[in-house]
């Protein structure tokens, strides 16, 4: 496995389950993040975690809680999330969180009914 | 209010001709700009950046053009080949490359056979 890794590649909930979505980077970075890309918007960043510490919170609403065990792995556990939701969520990494080259993954499809 | 804009959501271009791929920013302490590009089901992929210092950055067949004064910058892919059929994304971040990037929109680029 190279690059970054994320899990599931789609996913269906509903309004009151709770899932997780999961990232793993093999590039020996020390940063990683959470972005969202809903239709005909920009990449919106959600959270950034620099050396597993959480350095940025981007107003995220609390139903999306992100988890970062070490600097490999990072986790969006979703919790009560609204249809409004649904995007690409996509998982990144770089070597510092100076982040000129952002490494990204394949995202996970989420539709929430 | 969006920071960076790619006015053109969509561009088709002949096979072996140029394609120019748009993108204006607002915010003046931008100073290192970057593009990506996604091709359907992967993530983002780094393609080519340039800082305020330059007005010009070449890799290859694509060419980023940066006019500070006008707030644009450009993306040239000459000759176009059916594999730049992709999004891209245009994105800019301040203290070159310190601060954390702000996507635009994406332009979806068809090269026609």
């Known amino acids: 496995e190279t690059g970054v890794t994320q899990t599931p590649r789609h996913l269906v909930m509903g309004m009151t389950n709770k899932k997780s979505l999961k990232c793993e980077q093999h590039?020996?970075?020390?940063?990683m993040y959470w972005y969202k890309q809903s239709a005909k918007k920009p990449l919106e960043l959600m959270f950034v975690?620099?050396?597993?510490?959480?350095?940025e919170n981007n107003s995220v609403p609390s139903r999306f809680s992100p988890e970062c065990p070490n600097s490999s792995h990072l986790f969006l556990h979703l919790h009560t999330l609204q249809p409004e939701d649904s995007a690409l969520y996509l998982c990144?990494?770089?070597?510092?969180?100076?982040?000129?080259?952002?490494?990204f993954g394949s995202g996970t499809q989420l539709s929430v009914l | 209010d969006q920071q960076v804009k790619q006015n053109s959501p969509s561009l088709s271009v002949q096979e072996g001709r140029i394609s120019i791929l748009n993108c204006d920013y607002t915010?003046?302490?931008?100073?290192?700009f970057l593009w990506y590009k996604k091709y359907p089901a992967e993530g983002p992929t780094f393609l080519i950046s340039?800082?305020?210092?330059?007005d010009k950055n070449e890799d290859g067949r694509f060419t980023v053009f940066l006019n500070k004064s006008a707030k644009h910058l450009s993306l040239h892919i000459v000759p176009s080949q059916p594999g730049d059929s992709a999004v891209y994304f245009c994105?800019?971040?301040?203290?070159?490359?310190?601060?954390?990037?702000?996507f635009g929109t994406g332009t979806r680029l068809t090269i026609i056979p």
């Open positions: 990144a990494s770089s070597q510092t969180e100076s982040n000129e080259k952002l490494f």
């Open positions: 590039l020996g970075h020390n940063a």
């Open positions: 975690y620099n050396f597993k510490e959480q350095t």
């Open positions: 915010n003046s302490m931008f100073d290192y």
């Open positions: 340039i800082s305020s210092i330059k």
């Open positions: 994105a800019a971040s301040g203290l070159f490359g310190n601060e954390k990037l702000t």
